[in-house]
């Protein structure tokens, strides 16, 4: 799963603009029907080669909103990511 964008997402934008590889849709284009942004896993290469923290993250105010997934087979995974559904960016 990559990352995931948690239902505590405030559709704010900051952080589509900041993933290099373009994996991150806004509420209009959610696959789920959810009124928040969204991950695709086949896409989000975990910032991996790219940032050492994923920039998604990173560009979040809303406090632990993406959290880790699982691991995406043939798909790069962080060396420091956590366990499924812990914040990437914890105070
Ligand atoms: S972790 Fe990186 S590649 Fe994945 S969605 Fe976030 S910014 Fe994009
Ligand atoms: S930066 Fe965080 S709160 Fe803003 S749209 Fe992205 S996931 Fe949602």
Redesign the pocket.
Known sequence: MAVI?TD?????????DECPVEA?VDEDDNPTGEE??YVYEDKCVECVDHFDVPA?AE????EE??VWGDPIEGMPASKDRGDKGTPIIED
Not at 8 to 16: M, Q, V
Not at 59 to 62: G, N, S, V
């Open positions: 964008i505590t997402c405030i559709n704010c934008a900051a952080c589509i991150i928040i942004y998604c560009a979040c105010p809303t909103c993406i």
